[in-house]
């Protein structure tokens, strides 16, 4: 059921409407946000799996350095 508002030419309206403009002004730009850092998250994620596929695997090197030194 809608908030009724008060007449059109009353003060105490147009201060509700410009508070409801701005509420949900700020509600977009929370939104943007949460978008763009959902964006950074998911790129993060991504490049350190990315990182985890290229590392090489670990050779222990000992045996080989004692063999021919």
């Given amino acids: 059921m809608p908030i009724p508002l008060p007449s059109p030419t009353s003060i105490e309206r147009y201060s509700r409407l410009s508070v409801d403009s701005?509420?949900?002004?700020?509600?977009?730009?929370?939104?943007?946000?949460r978008l763009?850092?959902?964006?950074?998250?998911?790129?993060?994620?991504?490049?350190?799996?990315?990182?985890?596929e290229c590392v090489a695997e670990c050779v222990d090197i000992s045996g080989f350095a004692r063999k021919y030194s």
């Fill in 36 to 52: 763009t850092l959902e964006n950074l998250i998911q790129a993060l994620e991504d490049y350190e799996e990315s990182r985890r």
């Fill in 22 to 33: 701005l509420r949900l002004q700020a509600l977009a730009r929370l939104y943007e946000r």
